[in-house]
T-cell receptor, first 114, second 111 residues
Framework: AQTVTQSQPEMSVQEAETVTLSCTYDTSESNYYLFWYKQPPSRQMILVIRQEAYKQQNATENRFSVNFQKAAKSFSLKISDSQLGDTAMYFCAFMKLRDDKIIFGKGTRLHILP | DARVTQTPRHKVTEMGQEVTMRCQPILGHNTVFWYRQTMMQGLELLAYFRNRAPLDDSGMPKDRFSAEMPDATLATLKIQPSEPRDSAVYFC?????????FGPGTRLTVL
């Protein structure tokens, strides 16, 4: 069975700093998808970034980028120039290539401090 | 700007009452999911449909929960009878593999 582990329950950083959220996963699959979702205080779940395991290049979306280490089964999220609006719970998630279901980690609560 | 809609956004009810939550998926999406989020358990998948057919409801307490998709524009999650432990935020999501888009959630409080 696949598992997703986020080892940092909570983090705080100053506005404009760079922060990295950690995620590891366990799977015997060779191809799959990885995601980071953001849940701000409004509780709306928002897809931040997606990575296909068969792509070596790390995905980037504006200030958000990932460090995908397939051999280590690690998928960290880097937020550059953090903003107050980045304050949220962040979920790392996994999906098998031919599945519909997403497996979510427990989340990391991120506070951006003014 | 297509989005998943859920009604009601908030529901307060008394133990033993029936609760029905509704979801309108994004047009063209072929999968619909129901999740429950609590502080203790995090996000749990309750049930999901592909092309309106139920594929997995193993996460759902069968004795009191039921999920249906009577047509492509409506998915429902029903709890009968409701219990205080059902208090949570219930999310609907729709998607096309590998993407899922979430609705705003229904916050349910059972007294």
């Amino acid at each position: 069975a696949q598992t997703v582990t986020q080892s940092q329950p909570e983090m705080s950083v100053q506005e404009a700093e760079t922060v990295t959220l950690s995620c590891t996963y366990d799977t015997s699959e060779s191809n799959y998808y990885l995601f980071w979702y953001k849940q701000p205080p409004s509780r709306q779940m928002i897809l931040v970034i997606r990575q296909e395991a068969y792509k070596q290049q790390n995905a980037t979306e504006n200030r958000f980028s990932v460090n995908f280490q397939k051999a280590a089964k690690s998928f960290s999220l880097k937020i550059s120039d953090s903003q107050l609006g980045d304050t949220a719970m962040y979920f790392c998630a996994f999906m098998k290539l031919r599945d519909d279901k997403i497996i979510f980690g427990k989340g990391t609560r991120l506070h951006i401090l003014p | 700007d297509a989005r998943v809609t859920q009604t009601p956004r908030h529901k307060v009810t008394e133990m033993g009452q029936e609760v029905t939550m509704r979801c309108q998926p994004i047009l063209g999406h072929n999968t619909v999911f129901w999740y429950r989020q609590t502080m203790m358990q995090g996000l749990e998948l309750l049930a999901y449909f592909r092309n309106r057919a139920p594929l997995d409801d193993s996460g759902m307490p069968k004795d009191r929960f039921s999920a249906e998709m009577p047509d492509a524009t409506l998915a429902t999650l029903k709890i009968q009878p409701s219990e205080p432990r059902d208090s949570a935020v219930y999310f609907c999501a729709s998607g096309l593999r590998p993407l899922q888009f979430f609705g705003p959630g229904t916050r349910l409080t059972v007294l």
